[in-house]
Nanobody, 125 residues
């Protein structure tokens, strides 16, 4: 069964850190660009970060630059999103998506091949 599964979300205080994981099954992540997206209540889904399959190039939304880091471990078929210095405005459901062509970047409305089910991140004191 082909699927992406996110994990690592939770409740954290402002200034804290979380590491999200996006694990693939049924296909090899090596050949896919991976994007992280988030959606807060009442807001549209937005791109957070992505990593290419070819050379590992990374891209970040301005709102998370310098705080979030995306990485991939092809041996574990997993992509990570390390989130530091979290703010209340980072609260959202976080999703990962996979794109074989590598053209999705931070576009949530692009036709990504696969989406995960999401993991909740809540930043609150």
């Amino acid at each position: 069964q082909v699927q992406l599964v996110e994990s690592g979300g939770g409740l954290v205080q402002p200034g804290g850190s979380l590491r999200l994981s996006c694990a693939a099954s049924g296909f090899t992540l090596d050949y896919y660009a991976i994007g992280w997206f988030r959606q807060a209540p009442g807001k549209e889904r937005e791109g957070v970060s992505c990593i290419s399959s070819s050379d590992g190039s990374t891209y970040y939304a301005d709102s998370v630059k310098g705080r979030f880091t995306i990485s991939r471990d092809n041996a574990k078929n997993t992509v990570y999103l390390q989130m530091n210095s979290l703010k209340p405005e980072d609260t959202a459901v976080y999703y990962c998506a996979a794109d074989r062509l590598g053209l999705g970047f931070l576009r949530p409305n692009y036709e990504w091949d696969y989406w995960g089910q999401g993991t909740q991140v809540t930043v609150s004191s």
